[in-house]
């Protein structure tokens, strides 16, 4: 299995996140891929593949404001992250916006998200790690690889960052799988959290299914999306499957969970898979609610490898840092 992961993803150094009411420090922080990249040993750079993947995922106008957001938060006389507070939830619409705190809440859902100097540097290359790690599985060179990417960035829509993320690397590798014609494509997304902006991206393409299990939305982030109803519209409909789980939920009712999306997999006929993994359904993870274990990992892994099809894994969420990189360690352990 291809391992790739680029050091320039540790440039994104977030300092601060608004949780429960008051600044705390950032759960997403770099030490957690540092510590994943140190239990897996022998790591392959990323190759840059450019920006034309990412653009057939995002927005120009997206791009443009990401790369340029803390400049221009500088240059408007602030100090540290770039951290939006107002958000237009009515009407929201195209505007010919110029300062820096009207863009932040265009291009944003929450304020957990803050842009710092070094964050789109570390998105580029989080998306070029992907790209890299489907190189293999195009080349027919190997089944299954895995991309430590980090920011994650599976809340990352076409033209929204939010949740820790900023570019949708599980959704570029996907278009590029795509494109580079794989046929029908399938993401699986088993991270806590549901995977909002993967699902956004695709929702009304039938060619891409999505298949997530992630916490009840009813009482977790990102509260407004991944309910079981919403199946995708228009020419996607039905290519969307939503599987959420009650906090608490153990290895038996999720590996049952887990069946139902590997069979809806299975009859979409994909000729490629992307896995979105987070450890975050890991029991001692400190913003979430399941009750995985680390023995529970290979498990998962032994029955997404079962499909028979190439996967690529991409990393996602998991904040029990110390535990992060040995059950990352276990879940590829299954493959």
Same mark, same amino acid.
């Given at each position: 299995? *291809?391992?790739?992961?680029d050091?320039?993803?540790?440039?994104?150094?977030?300092?601060?996140?608004?949780?429960?009411?008051?600044?705390?420090?950032?759960?997403?922080?770099?030490?957690?891929?540092?510590?994943?990249?140190?239990?897996?040993?022998?790591?392959?750079?990323?190759?840059? =593949?450019?920006m034309?993947?990412?653009r057939?995922?995002?927005?120009?106008?997206? +791009?443009?404001?990401?790369?340029?957001?803390?400049?221009r938060?500088?240059?408007?006389?602030?100090?540290?992250?770039?951290?939006?507070?107002?958000?237009?939830?009515?009407?929201?619409?195209? *505007?010919?916006l /110029?300062?820096?705190?009207?863009?932040?809440?265009?291009?944003? =859902?929450?304020?957990?998200t803050?842009?710092?100097?070094?964050?789109?540097?570390?998105?580029?290359?989080?998306?070029?790690?992907?790209?890299?790690?489907?190189?293999? +599985?195009l /080349?027919?060179?190997?089944?299954?690889?895995f991309?430590?990417?980090?920011?994650?960035?599976h809340?990352?829509?076409?033209?929204?960052?939010?949740?820790?993320?900023?570019?949708?690397?599980?959704?570029?590798?996907? !278009?590029?799988?795509?494109?580079?014609?794989?046929?029908?494509?399938?993401?699986?997304?088993?991270?806590?959290?549901?995977?909002?902006?993967?699902?956004?991206? =695709?929702?009304?393409?039938?060619?891409?299914?999505?298949?997530?299990?992630?916490?009840?939305?009813?009482?977790?982030?990102?509260?407004?999306?991944?309910?079981?109803?919403?199946?995708?519209?228009?020419?996607?409909?039905?290519?969307?499957?939503?599987?959420?789980?009650?906090?608490?939920?153990?290895?038996?009712?999720? *590996?049952?969970?887990?069946?139902?999306?590997?069979?809806?997999?299975?009859?979409?006929?994909p000729?490629?898979?992307?896995?979105?993994?987070?450890?975050?359904?890991?029991?001692?993870?400190?913003?979430?609610?399941?009750?995985?274990?680390?023995?529970?990992?290979?498990?998962?892994?032994?029955?997404?490898?079962? *499909?028979?099809?190439?996967?690529?894994?991409?990393?996602?969420?998991?904040?029990?840092?110390?535990?992060?990189? !040995?059950?990352?360690?276990?879940?590829?352990?299954?493959?």
């Amino acid at each position: 299995m *291809l391992k790739t992961f680029d050091s320039r993803q540790l440039a994104h150094a977030p300092a601060l996140e608004l949780h429960n009411g008051g600044w705390v420090p950032h759960a997403e922080k770099a030490s957690r891929s540092e510590m994943i990249a140190t239990a897996l040993g022998a790591l392959a750079p990323a190759n840059d =593949f450019g920006m034309e993947p990412i653009r057939r995922v995002h927005a120009e106008e997206y +791009l443009s404001f990401l790369a340029g957001a803390h400049s221009r938060w500088i240059a408007g006389g602030r100090e540290g992250d770039a951290i939006p507070y107002t958000f237009p939830i009515v009407r929201r619409r195209r *505007l010919a916006l /110029d300062r820096i705190d009207a863009l932040l809440g265009q291009y944003s =859902f929450d304020a957990s998200t803050p842009i710092g100097a070094g964050t789109w540097d570390a998105s580029y290359w989080s998306a070029q790690t992907a790209l890299t790690a489907l190189q293999p +599985l195009l /080349d027919g060179a190997a089944r299954t690889s895995f991309a430590l990417c980090r920011p994650p960035g599976h809340h990352a829509g076409r033209d929204y960052c939010g949740g820790y993320c900023y570019l949708n690397s599980a959704a570029i590798a996907a !278009r590029a799988a795509a494109d580079a014609g794989r046929g029908r494509i399938a993401i699986l997304d088993v991270d806590y959290h549901h995977g909002n902006g993967t699902q956004d991206i =695709f929702y009304a393409d039938g060619d891409i299914f999505f298949a997530s299990l992630h916490a009840d939305p009813a009482t977790d982030y990102p509260y407004y999306w991944g309910h079981a109803d919403e199946a995708g519209e228009g020419a996607g409909a039905g290519a969307t499957l939503n599987l959420p789980l009650p906090r608490g939920t153990g290895i038996q009712s999720y *590996l049952a969970s887990l069946d139902r999306a590997l069979e809806a997999i299975a009859g979409f006929s994909p000729g490629l898979l992307v896995v979105s993994f987070g450890a975050d359904t890991f029991e001692q993870d400190p913003i979430s609610h399941f009750a995985l274990r680390t023995d529970d990992y290979p498990r998962l892994a032994e029955r997404i490898d079962a *499909l028979g099809l190439p996967t690529l894994i991409v990393m996602e969420g998991g904040y029990a840092v110390e535990a992060l990189g !040995r059950n990352v360690a276990a879940f590829l352990d299954g493959f």
